[in-house]
């Protein structure tokens, strides 16, 4: 029996049982067996969830690029590690061997340090999704710099944020990217985010669409003649395993993201391992995860995770409705992908268009379907199993977090029986727990609660970047010696897991976390606006979208209420991106307030969703009045 990778059901609960029993040693064997380390390390794991502080494998040093790339060398040189296939499908894909890769990352490493880039330097990454993506990320991680992604569909402003938060001292960046039939002026928004940052002082940028840039002197380079330049081989930085690998912004309830700080050793280990199990890759698979790489899922689950088992994974420019809503199906056929990962609401698009646009491709090559960032609905499991898995593919709802670097439950293809919407069990080593609100833990089956880890596992974030308070407060204090996921969840009488989703003020649209908090603060700098409050409501394709109530200040009431509206939209626009535009907007005289001055959002979400039935008590409120005039105008 292999403790690395499981396949039949029996074997997962005795691997499950012994991570349980004795997890140091679980994990020593994993880590021992299946990497590459300069030096063993001294302890496998020490932990304290009251500081919180927790270490794997210290005293261990590696370089997980060696781990990615360099040992797969003299057994897959010649395989495709990157398959690209770009935005536009008539320019041809990109297969980029191991070799090839090696090559790309150290060059562009080599540039890196000589433009000063040091181990434990922050560099700050705004690329659309194409090759240079992946090699800046191990580019950074070859030489120990610390790479923060940010997603290229954020704004200036909030690009600005995130630099400054982590100081970074470069950016790597695009003259524009494309994005279906239309291209985005990347480099206008970097150039507009550093007329507040003032950390960077290089700019490297990719060429990819050819667009008319200015390039600020003494800042900014074209990164391609740099390449060209630079030496095709570069020795690793040697890290330890508690080293920083990488940044990775997230949204919290209070104005400022929070930068998740993962670690190497540990990291490396659960990514690599859960990419094993959870999509059962075999060497002649070709893996493909739809996200993108400024999301977590594309840190370990299109780049570290695939290759540090050597996989072939597939990256993707373009959208899923360009040149039409077959592009997923007709890339399946293409490639002959095998794996296929993706989110609810891309399935939730897809499944409202014509089934011609699945049917006239070839899709027998998939074995495995998969899911994440939000909880998936009956209807659109059963469109994914019936018409892109033909009831063949077992469908991988895969359950985890930025915070937890890795998948945390999920079933393991072939060995667990899937169930729509569930889960289902946790993956070894991640002992999970469901706590009522007076902070007991909830035993046995048919039970719901909040969802909470008992016990470290080798991917944990180590803290938010510069403020470990909040880390402390946000994930460790709501409940005693536990981890606290914000999610809420139940139990059924199998023991499967079902997501119910959050519980805190974050809001899921189109599977990206937003605060409420964020968008509140960008609606509120309005100037005719005094106040406002956020819900999400159920949504088609959405899963949630914004909903948001505002009150005007005097100066406000006479304008024009739909010009109003698109204001406020730009204004999010501008501040945080679209993503967190409102999908409606109603203008209240007041907001429903406890006496305490908390705003009462179970009352504007059922409002939101027009679930009248069961508002609740409201006779606590400061201001109840104001409640049945909010229902009298909704939208
Ligand atoms: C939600 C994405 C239900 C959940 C990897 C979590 C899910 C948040 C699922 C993290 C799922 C993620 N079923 N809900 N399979 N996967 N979520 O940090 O609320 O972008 O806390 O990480 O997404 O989102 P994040």
């Not at 710099?145 to 470069?170: Q, W, Y």
């Not at 406020?568 to 945080?576: A, E, G, L």
């Amino acid at each position: 029996m292999s403790n690395y990778h499981i396949k039949h059901l029996e074997e997962y609960f005795q691997v499950y049982r012994r991570s349980v029993r004795n997890p140091e040693n679980f994990w020593e064997e994993i880590a021992e067996e299946h990497f590459l380390w300069r030096k063993k390390w001294n302890k496998v794991l020490e932990w304290d969830f009251t500081k919180p502080e927790v270490k794997w494998f210290s005293g261990a040093q590696l370089n997980i690029t060696e781990n990615c790339i360099d040992r797969h060398l003299h057994v897959r040189g010649d395989k495709t590690a990157i398959l690209f296939e770009p935005n536009n499908p008539d320019e041809p894909a990109e297969h980029i061997s191991y070799l090839e890769l090696h090559k790309r990352v150290s060059k562009f490493a080599n540039v890196l340090k000589d433009k000063g880039i040091k181990k434990g330097d922050r560099v700050v990454i705004y690329l659309p999704m194409i090759p240079e993506l992946a090699v800046s990320v191990l580019a950074c991680a070859r030489i120990g710099a610390i790479h923060s992604v940010v997603f290229a569909g954020f704004s200036a402003s909030a690009l600005a944020t995130r630099i400054n938060d982590c100081e970074a001292k470069m950016v790597i960046t695009s003259d524009g990217s494309y994005r279906g039939a239309k291209t985005i002026d990347l480099k206008g928004i970097v150039d507009e985010a550093l007329e507040s940052c003032a950390t960077v002082d290089k700019v490297l940028v990719a060429k990819r669409i050819n667009s008319d840039i200015q390039l600020k002197e003494n800042r900014d380079e074209w990164l391609q003649p740099l390449l060209d330049e630079a030496y095709g081989d570069c020795v690793p930085e040697i890290m330890d395993a508690e080293d920083p690998l990488f940044i990775l912004y997230t949204s919290g309830s209070t104005g400022k993201p929070k930068g998740m700080m993962h670690t190497t050793g540990g990291y490396m280990v659960y990514a690599a391992y859960s990419f094993k199990n959870v999509f059962q890759y075999r060497e002649e698979d070709v893996y493909w995860c739809t996200a993108d790489i400024g999301w977590i899922t594309g840190h370990s689950y299109i780049v570290y995770g695939p290759l540090a088992n050597g996989a072939t994974t597939v990256m993707f420019e373009g959208v899923p409705s360009y040149p039409d809503y077959g592009r997923f199906w007709e890339i399946v056929q293409k490639h002959k992908v095998t794996q296929f990962y993706t989110a609810p609401t891309a399935i939730r698009a897809l499944a409202k268009e014509n089934l011609d646009f699945v049917t006239k491709y070839d899709l027998s090559s998939l074995k495995v379907l998969g899911t994440v960032g939000e909880p998936i609905n009956e209807e659109a499991w059963h469109w994914y199993n019936d018409h892109v898995g033909e009831k063949k593919c077992p469908i991988v709802d895969t359950w985890w977090q930025t915070e937890t670097g890795g998948i945390m439950i999920s079933p393991i293809p072939f060995s667990t029986p899937t169930k729509p919407t569930y889960a289902t069990l946790p993956l070894p080593g991640i002992q999970p727990a469901l706590m009522d609100e007076n902070g007991k833990e909830i035993k046995g089956n048919q039970v719901d609660g909040r969802l909470c880890i008992k016990y470290p596992w080798p991917s944990m974030a180590r803290t938010i970047w510069g403020n470990h308070q909040r880390y402390k407060d946000t994930y460790f204090s709501a409940f005693e010696n536990m981890y606290f996921t914000g999610d809420g969840a139940l139990r059924d009488e199998v023991g499967y897991y079902r997501i119910t989703g959050r519980v805190d003020d974050v809001i899921i649209v189109s599977g990206h976390n937003l605060g409420t908090a964020p968008i509140e603060d960008a609606i509120n700098e309005h100037p005719a606006v005094a106040e406002s409050a956020i819900v999400g409501f159920p949504h088609d394709i959405k899963g949630n979208a914004l909903y948001g109530f505002v009150i005007l200040k005097e100066t406000g009431e006479s304008r024009d209420r739909n010009n109003l509206r698109n204001e406020i939209n730009q204004q999010i626009s501008d501040k945080i991106g679209p993503i967190a535009k409102l999908n409606k907007i109603q203008f209240v005289p007041g907001l429903p307030k406890t006496r305490s001055g908390k705003i009462m959002r179970r009352i504007l979400r059922k409002i939101a969703s027009n679930d009248l039935s069961n508002l609740g008590d409201t006779s606590t409120l400061l201001n109840p009045e104001v409640v049945d005039q909010i229902i009298k105008e909704a939208l």
